[in-house]
């Protein structure tokens, strides 16, 4: 069954990891309804706020493989 949820993703070190975060985004670019980033280039990190419908099975897939990458922490919560 399909749900809201709420993905937030905190990218450490931008040089390193921002691509390939983009580049696995952009492959469950069919799931994510709103995607907001804000970069923080002084301090080398971003911060992206996902919202995804999507279902459960779906959104464990993105948050295992983005918490697979260096530097990259995430938190998935969903909506009800």
Request: no cysteine.
């Amino acid at each position: 069954m399909e749900r809201l949820y709420i993905v937030n993703i905190i990218v450490e070190d931008r040089q390193t990891a921002y691509k390939p975060v983009n580049e696995l985004l952009h492959d469950f670019a069919d799931l994510i309804r709103l995607r907001v980033g804000y970069p923080v280039p002084e301090e080398n990190i971003a911060i992206i706020l996902l919202v995804v419908k999507a279902t459960n099975d779906e959104v464990g897939s993105l948050t295992g493989k983005l918490g697979q990458i260096k530097s990259v922490r995430v938190k998935s919560t969903v909506i009800k």
